[in-house]
């Protein structure tokens, strides 16, 4: 339903009167409102952005528009418009309409929408007929005009109808004024740090488009046969292009929640550009092994680390393990001459977050791998640690083939490889060798 100057105006009373009867709502929800703007720092576009992909619908096109203009900062869509929930999950806080279609979106309307407002001297919103903007000032006097009030109010808490209207074409415009020249280097260096691995996770986005006072990079997600093709366009010209391969595994977590793990590797066998974990966006746990994983984790209030000894990211975390190596058994079927590729994506290359380490990943992943036809055996087959494979540093595998060298695994001169394979021999208890011949 869309958003009527009645309907806002009958919400504005009603903030007054629960503010009326109780003045400690008001302090609450003015600190509650600052929390998350300290809390959300540093990811305050993909908040936006993510509030944006929740809303894309099939019928449209399924764009997000960044563009920053001198102190103007807008964010553009053509979803779902606001609707009543929307709103009063801006004006109330932890209240989202996104509660009813969880399993549908990422986050959380009301939440996300606070994490700017650090930004902003004034937050502007056209969508379809709903045209207002919240300020601290506005909300300030509307309150004391109603209540003989001193301290400061959430600036979400009164919208203020506006007459403007949006010029734009897309369904929903989100505008900031912005606060000053702080606030537009941060806002640049976020927008700068924006790469196509982002559409890779997103549930519904396939192009975004950031402008900074003119500059045009637009990234864009196409589907073909085999790949998940990644295009960069600078003011128009395509500048670059990735072919992604993605496995992705959903499912029922428990009654309430769906779970999604998703794999990306690069088809040229290049490092992604940020070796972290992914929770749709990117956050800040090191990953170090060359693909992307994303999880629907259970991430703290700045969306950037994993909660600790929380059950469902133990979950999450047993079923990536089971895709990742899924997905490097896939490899394996894809060469007719076996190697060293499959596994490749499996070896992490550097240190592991923290949190990461507590939840025991790596100790997960190898208990898969043991049983996991991966080792390319020198008769172009692949066989398991299971199989008692076997494997000598001296080179001698190079000149030996045959069914009774079945357990003899491929010499390799990749150091990465040699050096996995060594470590694998120090934590398996089954025959694999990486010594000289005895």
Same mark, same amino acid.
């Given at each position: 339903?869309?958003?009527?100057?009645?309907?806002?105006?009958?919400?504005?009373?009603?903030?007054?009167?629960?503010?009326?009867?109780?003045?400690?709502?008001?302090?609450?929800?003015?600190?509650?409102?600052?929390?998350?703007?300290?809390?959300?720092?540093?990811?305050?576009?993909?908040?936006?952005?993510?509030?944006?992909?929740?809303?894309?619908?099939?019928?449209?096109?399924?764009?997000?528009?960044?563009?920053?203009?001198?102190?103007?900062?807008?964010?553009?869509?053509?979803?779902?418009?606001?609707?009543?929930?929307?709103?009063? #999950? @801006?004006?109330?806080?932890?209240?989202?309409?996104? &509660?009813?279609? =969880? %399993?549908?979106?990422?986050?959380?309307? +009301?939440?996300?929408?606070?994490?700017?407002?650090?930004?902003?001297?004034?937050?502007?919103?056209?969508?379809?007929?709903?045209?207002?903007?919240?300020?601290?000032?506005?909300?300030?006097?509307?309150?004391?005009?109603?209540?003989?009030?001193?301290?400061?109010?959430?600036?979400?808490?009164?919208?203020?109808?506006?007459?403007?209207?949006?010029?734009?074409?897309?369904?929903?415009?989100? #505008? @900031?004024?912005?606060?000053?020249?702080?606030?537009? &280097?941060?806002? =640049? %260096?976020?927008?700068?740090?924006?790469? +196509?691995?982002?559409?890779?996770?997103?549930?519904?986005?396939?192009?975004?488009?950031?402008?900074?006072?003119?500059?045009?990079?637009?990234?864009?997600?196409?589907?073909?046969?085999?790949?998940?093709?990644?295009?960069?366009?600078?003011?128009?010209?395509?500048?670059?292009?990735?072919?992604?391969?993605?496995?992705?595994?959903?499912?029922?977590?428990?009654?309430?929640?769906?779970?999604?793990?998703?794999?990306?590797?690069?088809?040229?066998?290049?490092?992604?550009?940020?070796?972290?974990?992914?929770?749709?966006?990117?956050?800040?746990?090191?990953?170090?092994?060359?693909?992307?994983?994303?999880?629907?984790?259970?991430?703290?209030?700045?969306?950037?680390?994993?909660?600790?000894?929380?059950?469902?990211?133990?979950?999450?975390?047993?079923?990536?393990?089971?895709?990742?190596?899924?997905?490097?058994?896939?490899?394996?079927?894809?060469?007719?001459?076996?190697?060293?590729?499959?596994?490749?994506?499996?070896?992490?290359?550097?240190?592991?977050?923290?949190?990461?380490?507590?939840?025991?990943?790596?100790?997960?992943?190898?208990?898969?791998?043991?049983?996991?036809?991966?080792?390319?055996?020198?008769?172009?087959?692949?066989?398991?640690?299971?199989?008692?494979?076997?494997?000598?540093?001296?080179?001698?595998?190079?000149?030996?083939?045959?069914?009774?060298?079945?357990?003899?695994?491929?010499?390799?001169?990749?150091?990465?490889?040699?050096?996995?394979?060594?470590?694998?021999?120090?934590?398996?208890?089954?025959?694999?060798?990486?010594?000289?011949?005895?």
């Amino acid at each position: 339903m869309s958003v009527t100057k009645e309907y806002i105006n009958d919400k504005k009373e009603q903030q007054i009167n629960v503010y009326r009867a109780d003045n400690n709502r008001i302090r609450a929800d003015y600190n509650r409102e600052q929390k998350y703007m300290v809390g959300y720092h540093g990811r305050e576009l993909l908040e936006m952005i993510q509030n944006a992909d929740d809303e894309l619908i099939d019928e449209l096109s399924k764009e997000i528009l960044i563009k920053l203009d001198g102190d103007k900062l807008s964010v553009f869509n053509y979803g779902n418009p606001f609707n009543e929930e929307g709103l009063d #999950s @801006l004006m109330l806080s932890n209240l989202s309409g996104k &509660e009813r279609r =969880k %399993k549908l979106v990422i986050g959380n309307k +009301g939440t996300g929408f606070r994490s700017i407002l650090g930004w902003a001297q004034k937050v502007i919103i056209h969508s379809a007929d709903m045209h207002v903007a919240f300020s601290e000032e506005y909300s300030n006097s509307f309150l004391r005009e109603a209540i003989p009030y001193n301290e400061k109010v959430a600036t979400l808490a009164f919208p203020e109808i506006i007459d403007e209207v949006g010029e734009s074409g897309f369904t929903t415009e989100i #505008s @900031l004024i912005v606060k000053g020249k702080d606030e537009i &280097e941060d806002i =640049k %260096k976020q927008m700068n740090s924006i790469n +196509g691995s982002i559409l890779l996770f997103l549930n519904r986005a396939e192009a975004i488009t950031v402008d900074i006072n003119g500059e045009i990079t637009t990234y864009r997600k196409e589907e073909s046969t085999k790949y998940t093709i990644v295009k960069k366009f600078i003011n128009g010209a395509l500048v670059n292009e990735e072919n992604w391969v993605i496995s992705h595994q959903t499912g029922a977590y428990d009654k309430e929640r769906d779970y999604s793990v998703s794999v990306a590797y690069k088809a040229d066998g290049s490092l992604p550009e940020n070796q972290v974990l992914y929770s749709y966006f990117p956050t800040q746990e090191s990953f170090p092994y060359p693909v992307l994983l994303h999880g629907t984790f259970e991430l703290d209030d700045n969306r950037n680390d994993l909660v600790i000894g929380n059950p469902m990211n133990e979950f999450v975390l047993e079923k990536a393990a089971a895709l990742m190596v899924l997905t490097a058994e896939k490899i394996t079927k894809l060469r007719r001459v076996s190697n060293y590729d499959a596994i490749s994506i499996l070896i992490p290359d550097g240190d592991y977050s923290k949190r990461i380490k507590e939840y025991r990943f790596e100790e997960k992943l190898f208990e898969i791998i043991k049983a996991s036809k991966l080792f390319p055996n020198v008769n172009d087959r692949y066989i398991s640690l299971e199989d008692d494979a076997i494997y000598y540093a001296s080179g001698i595998a190079k000149f030996l083939k045959g069914r009774e060298f079945g357990e003899l695994i491929k010499w390799t001169s990749e150091e990465k490889i040699k050096k996995y394979l060594k470590s694998l021999r120090e934590v398996n208890s089954k025959r694999l060798i990486t010594g000289c011949l005895p």
